[in-house]
């Protein structure tokens, strides 16, 4: 059987578990749905349309064999070439992307992106959120990954979080019961986010608007603005990533279309022509300077799925 007739029938077999309402679509490419705009396609690509049908889906999963990806805003990951032979889940239904607010707090879906809670955050004079506006990503990649910027963390500003496991049970936690550390958090290895609760601290609109300016100023004067997955690596204990690229004399390095940034050492972009094989090999060939020359172990923060 090949792999497209296979998808079909995966396809029609889980479009019979949920509502007409959810999306599903084969052979789904994947490198549009990514800021770094490289690698193959989903298998399965699907967008559930309520709580119901996403543990369907869930379920689908579990009974099939069938690996399961949650796909946020793709600015954090990387797909290998050969595309993703299992259910890409798309969180993007208007059910899971809601952002309400209620007093100091901010109720807010997975699929909802982090620049529209920075917004709503504003508009309601709640500060401590502003650090979220630059990161181009969705509230439920920014939990799984306690995403951060500016000295601010995802984690700092959560009340609670709601989940759901591979049984399809959703539950509701507090942060207190949540372990968490920088740019992991290791509930999402066993749990899907569905949203969570921030609080905001009450603070002057003008206060406010302020700090999102110094951010966005500071984010354009280091950052490039070519596509990437932002940082590549999380920062060693002892030196940013970015620092030590640039001192290991890498800018500007490249694999094919993928090359070290100018701007910002810790960020590859695309130059539009790049493969993700590009993309690992450069990265391998950083990890080995790194480890010969400064004995450090550099890990990837990017997420990297899919085969070959
Ligand atoms: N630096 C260099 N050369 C470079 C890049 C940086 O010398 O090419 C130096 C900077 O001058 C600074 C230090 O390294 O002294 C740290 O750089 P930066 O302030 O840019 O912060 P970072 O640690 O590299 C972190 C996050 C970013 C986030 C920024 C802004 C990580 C891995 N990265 O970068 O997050 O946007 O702070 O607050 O924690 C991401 O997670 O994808 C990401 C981009």
Redesign the pocket.
Known sequence: MNATLQSSDLAAELAARVTAATVIRRDEPLAKRTTMRVGGPAHILVEPASDEDLAAVVRFCGEQRQEFFVLGRG??LLVRDGGFRGVVISLAAAHFSRVTVDGERLRCGAGAKLKEVAAAAKRASLGGLE?LE??PGSVGGALRMN?????GATFDFVESVRVMDRSGLIGELSRRAIAVE??SCRLFQTHLALGCVFHGVPAPREAIEAKLNEFNR??WE??PAKPS???T???PATI????L???LGL?GAHVGGARV?Q?????IVNDGRATAADVLRLIEVIRQHARAERGIELET??EIIGED
Do not use: L, T, W
């Open positions: 600015s954090n650090f630059g990161i995403a951060g910027a500016m000295g920088y740019r500071k984010r280091a950052q997955a932002g940082c690596f999380k920062n940013p990533a970015g620092k690229v640039d001192e800018k940034s701007e910002h050492g810790n960020f923060e990017v």
